[in-house]
């Protein structure tokens, strides 16, 4: 298929690896966390989206916060994140290796690591180049109620 911008420089405009030793920890932050970007813009000439790592803590949890307009995926690599939700944060769901995670436009949410004694460690993956973080000041629910994923498209009985 022709390039539809014409022709390009593509040793240039092409492929680009970040090692993982050289992200930039330069980005807004959340209290608990520690973000760092590996594609944007500035680093990779990323147009729609933003990619880093997240990593918190043994024991922590991040302040409520959203993202504004974007959509968030985050990819658990290792440990175990509690995540909590909504209004007040009243909703919670846990996630392990190997699962991902989507967060919607606007939702106040919380991340958590579930472990006390290892460091909870994600990719993040954002639907902009805006870099969004709404930190929310929210009197967290005493009572949360557990949510379980319903696929809806291969729903099935159990």
Known sequence: MADPQGARDWRHDGVKVIPGSELDSNTPQTPGMNRAAAINFARAGAQKLWAGTVTIHA??????????????????????????????LEYTAEAGPGDFIFVPPFVPHQEINASTNEPLECVLVRSDQEAVVVNLDIAAAERVEEVHWTDPIHRHDH
């Open 59 to 88: 024991n922590a949890k991040t302040g409520a916060h959203h993202h504004g307009a974007l959509e968030s995926v985050i990819y658990v690599v290792r440990g175990r994140a509690r995540m909590r939700w909504g209004e007040r």
